[in-house]
């Protein structure tokens, strides 16, 4: 059974930081991995992928310079370091993975919103609030 649990949520100030953490468990976490969020009354929105290996990474323009994903392949983890949090980034995160992709394709092979379908099992979420 595929889990993946993410953690690090909860309530910072406009300017902090947290770290999210998504640990995977029940399948090979052998291919890209990403961070979408969904604010109240909004869509789901792709936030940032990583690669199978690491060396891959692809943002969202709007947390680009802010947030830093990365993975630990042999914790089987993981993680979005989120710095400079502004208001407009509370919502709650939430992590996927896929076994279909490799790598996210830059924009002009995969455009923006396309991300959410080629992901195959997704976490139940953690919320980030970002106070004024």
């Known amino acids: 059974q595929v889990q993946l649990v993410e953690s690090g949520g909860g309530l910072v100030q406009a300017g902090g930081s947290l770290r999210l953490s998504c640990a995977a468990s029940g399948l090979l976490f052998s291919g890209a991995m990403g961070w979408f969020r969904q604010a109240p009354g909004k869509d789901r929105e792709f936030v940032a992928g990583?690669?199978?290996?690491?060396?891959?990474?692809r943002y969202a323009d709007s947390v680009k310079g802010r947030f830093t994903i990365s993975r630990d392949n042999s914790k089987n983890t993981v993680y979005l370091q989120m710095n400079g949090l502004k208001p407009e980034d509370a919502a709650v995160y939430y992590c996927?993975?896929?076994?279909?992709?490799?790598?996210?394709?830059?924009?002009?092979?995969?455009?923006?919103?396309?991300?959410?379908?080629?992901?195959?099992?997704w976490g139940k979420g953690t919320l980030v609030t970002v106070s004024s």
């Open positions: 990583i690669s199978r290996s690491g060396s891959m990474t």
């Open positions: 996927a993975a896929s076994e279909r992709l490799q790598f996210f394709p830059e924009t002009y092979e995969m455009p923006s919103g396309e991300e959410a379908k080629f992901m195959d099992f």
